[in-house]
């Protein structure tokens, strides 16, 4: 391949990829919401001295796992002096209230809990992670009612194209910080380059939000991998929940690929790898999304999870401090697994992160109730935290904060049963090798 020798980030410029997009697999019929929701002011005339921070999650359902960590990181939010004391703006201090709401992995339910906190509990501020499925309806409905929100862990495709987005434009009260198909493509594809295969690989996509964006073959990771000079095979959009992949995992064996990659719903991936394994189907390498994240997807599957590596945007390896605790990474780590006595899971850092972001703001105003003025610090927000740096301001679009993965893989632990190793900073050298990156099946 003549460009080999460039990083896979200069192989394809953003330019590149934002000139491509359109209205294809990613719009979903609401591509009127921005100018829809344009006029909205967005401004309450409240005068309550009480900030009220709603936070959404799906703390139980299939989803369950990305919030597993949300307690410890609640729990300690409010210890902290800076929310225990409230925040001060200018010579007023308000006392900050924080509701938190579950979604049980419902995007309906999502709907509904974001519309409960606006209506009735007369939130100034909404955050909200994990997944389109969780992140988007609640950002609708903040979009619609002209209340700031932040979103974190979904796709940064996900969550604006397939709530309408369009180059160029931005919404008014929404932002978010996590990466995207770039970033996913920066992580893999190193990995990738440093197997000897066939350079064939296997995509398996759910027919959802998630699925869409890394499917789409201008935008999406199956882009970058051709970009790259790899061949893809496309197993087909499913229906999360399946329970039959065999004729896919058939495809797979007959066209030859020895690189596999998805971004499923953990119970599907769970029933997916081990069919795989039954039909004797083991590619090299195992990079996959969404799933394998957390220490109970692993646990679930056994065995078969070594060696399979994911991206991990936070571990305690990363060298950043908390804005609100002081804490390194690892100390911030060590205090959950200690309070705990669980195996740290990365949702935390970007849980903690969000409360971060939620006091800059709110300081940075006059008047917490104003949401519009809130909304502007948000959009205009950049600052370095226990995230890492986050500039909502530089794109790829306005409102949207880009962090950097590494490239993990699941080994036998010590502690606990696995352990998340870091094998590949090619997309974030800040981020030190603590392990060496093997096939999957050798």
Same mark, same amino acid.
């Given at each position: @391949?003549?460009?080999?020798?460039?990083?896979?980030?200069?192989?394809?410029?953003?330019?590149?990829?934002?000139?491509?997009?359109?209205?294809?697999?990613?719009?979903?019929?609401?591509?009127?919401?921005?100018?829809?929701?344009?006029?909205?002011?967005?401004?309450?005339?409240?005068?309550?001295?009480?900030?009220? *921070?709603?936070?959404?999650?799906?703390?139980?359902? %299939?989803?369950?796992?990305?919030?597993?960590?949300?307690?410890?990181? !609640?729990?300690?939010?409010?210890?902290?002096?800076?929310?225990?004391?409230?925040?001060? !703006?200018?010579?007023?201090?308000?006392?900050?209230?924080? +509701?938190?709401?579950?979604?049980?992995?419902?995007?309906?339910?999502?709907?509904?809990?974001?519309?409960?906190? *606006?209506?009735?509990?007369? #939130?100034?501020?909404?955050?909200?992670?994990?997944?389109?499925?969780?992140?988007?309806?609640?950002?609708? #409905?903040?979009? %619609?009612?002209?209340?700031?929100?932040?979103?974190?862990?979904?796709?940064?495709?996900?969550?604006?194209?397939?709530?309408?987005?369009?180059?160029?434009?931005?919404?008014?009260?929404?932002? @978010?910080? =996590?990466?995207? @198909?770039?970033?996913?493509?920066?992580?893999?594809?190193?990995?990738?380059?440093?197997?000897?295969?066939?350079?064939?690989?296997?995509?398996?996509?759910?027919?959802?939000?998630?699925?869409?964006?890394?499917?789409?073959?201008?935008?999406?990771?199956?882009?970058?991998?051709?970009?790259?000079?790899?061949?893809?095979?496309?197993?087909?959009?499913?229906?999360?929940?399946?329970?039959?992949?065999?004729? @896919?995992?058939?495809? =797979?064996?007959?066209?030859?690929?020895?690189?596999?990659? /998805?971004?499923? *719903?953990?119970?599907?991936?769970?029933?997916?790898?081990?069919?795989? %394994?039954? #039909?004797?189907?083991?590619?090299?390498?195992?990079?996959?999304?969404?799933?394998?994240?957390?220490?109970?997807?692993?646990?679930?599957?056994?065995?078969?999870?070594?060696? +399979?590596?994911?991206?991990?945007?936070?571990?305690?390896?990363?060298?950043?401090?908390?804005?609100?605790?002081?804490?390194?990474?690892?100390? =911030?780590?060590?205090?959950?697994?200690?309070?705990?006595?669980?195996?740290?899971?990365?949702?935390?850092?970007?849980?903690?992160?969000?409360?971060?972001?939620?006091?800059?703001?709110?300081?940075?105003?006059?008047?917490?109730?104003?949401?519009?003025?809130?909304?502007?610090?948000?959009?205009?927000? /950049?600052?370095?935290?226990?995230?890492?740096?986050?500039?909502?301001?530089?794109?790829?679009?306005?409102?949207?904060?880009?962090?950097?993965?590494?490239?993990?893989?699941?080994?036998?632990?010590?502690? =606990?049963?696995?352990?998340?190793?870091?094998?590949?900073?090619?997309?974030?050298?800040?981020?030190?090798?603590?392990?060496?990156?093997?096939?999957? /099946?050798?």
């Amino acid at each position: @391949m003549a460009d080999q020798g460039l990083s896979f980030e200069r192989r394809v410029s953003r330019r590149q990829v934002l000139k491509t997009i359109g209205g294809g697999a990613l719009m979903l019929g609401s591509a009127d919401l921005l100018a829809a929701c344009g006029g909205i002011k967005g401004s309450s005339t409240t005068s309550s001295g009480t900030i009220v *921070i709603g936070y959404v999650s799906p703390q139980t359902g %299939a989803l369950a796992g990305f919030a597993s960590g949300d307690n410890y990181v !609640l729990d300690q939010v409010r210890a902290t002096s800076t929310y225990k004391n409230g925040f001060k !703006l200018g010579s007023k201090t308000y006392d900050v209230k924080i +509701v938190v709401k579950d979604t049980q992995s419902s995007p309906d339910r999502a709907s509904q809990v974001a519309r409960d906190l *606006i209506l009735t509990d007369k #939130a100034d501020l909404i955050l909200t992670s994990s997944t389109p499925e969780t992140t988007n309806p609640v950002a609708d #409905a903040c979009e %619609a009612n002209g209340i700031p929100c932040v979103s974190t862990i979904v796709p940064w495709e996900a969550w604006f194209f397939a709530r309408g987005g369009k180059p160029g434009t931005s919404f008014n009260f929404t932002t @978010m910080f =996590f990466f995207g @198909m770039q970033q996913f493509g920066e992580c893999f594809i190193p990995m990738w380059d440093r197997m000897n295969t066939n350079k064939v690989v296997a995509f398996t996509y759910p027919n959802d939000a998630d699925g869409n964006a890394f499917r789409d073959n201008k935008t999406g990771l199956e882009f970058y991998s051709a970009q790259a000079g790899y061949h893809n095979i496309d197993g087909g959009s499913y229906t999360d929940g399946t329970q039959d992949y065999s004729s @896919m995992i058939a495809n =797979f064996k007959s066209k030859g690929a020895t690189l596999f990659t /998805n971004a499923p *719903i953990p119970p599907d991936f769970n029933t997916m790898w081990k069919q795989a %394994a039954q #039909a004797g189907f083991k590619p090299k390498l195992a990079t996959v999304a969404k799933v394998l994240l957390f220490p109970a997807d692993t646990e679930a599957i056994g065995d078969l999870v070594n060696n +399979v590596a994911t991206d991990a945007w936070w571990t305690p390896y990363h060298p950043y401090t908390s804005t609100l605790t002081g804490q390194t990474c690892k100390q =911030f780590a060590d205090s959950f697994e200690s309070a705990t006595g669980k195996q740290w899971v990365q949702s935390i850092g970007s849980v903690h992160s969000l409360f971060e972001i939620a006091h800059k703001a709110f300081t940075a105003v006059d008047d917490p109730h104003n949401h519009t003025a809130v909304a502007a610090q948000l959009k205009s927000m /950049n600052y370095t935290g226990i995230s890492g740096p986050l500039d909502f301001t530089t794109g790829p679009v306005p409102g949207v904060a880009i962090q950097k993965p590494v490239g993990v893989q699941w080994k036998k632990g010590t502690k =606990f049963p696995y352990s998340m190793v870091v094998v590949d900073n090619s997309a974030n050298k800040n981020v030190p090798l603590n392990g060496d990156l093997v096939p999957t /099946n050798p």
